[in-house]
């Protein structure tokens, strides 16, 4: 079956007849939907068949802004326990 029938079937196509989904459109998107859900990068390098890791993280960067305040919250867990940010003047002077 052809793309353009399969995105018909799904309801992806969207009747605009300029905008024509391709089928390097769903790939980007999955690997960026992967990402958002935190499947580690190398494994969405693999999936998609990436040389290099390099490659993937050029491409889909845009995507780790949030993973990135992900990491920055938990290394503030790890240094200052469950406080949401880091130390303050009272902690500096107990």
């Known amino acids: 079956m052809r793309l353009g029938s399969l995105l018909a079937r799904s ?3 969207g009747g605009d007849a300029h905008r024509k989904i391709r089928l390097h459109d769903l790939r980007h998107t999955a690997a960026s ?5 935190h499947v580690p990068a190398r494994v969405v390098m693999e999936m998609l068949g990436h040389s290099q890791i390099s490659v993937t993280m050029n491409i889909y960067s ?6 990135l305040a ?11 326990g469950d406080k949401p940010e880091g130390p303050t003047d009272a902690d500096e002077e107990a």
């Open 33 to 37: 939907l992967l990402l958002a859900q």
């Open 62 to 67: 845009h995507v780790m802004p949030t993973q």
């Open 70 to 80: 992900a990491a920055a919250d938990a290394m503030g867990r790890a240094l200052w």
């Open 11 to 13: 309801g992806l196509h």
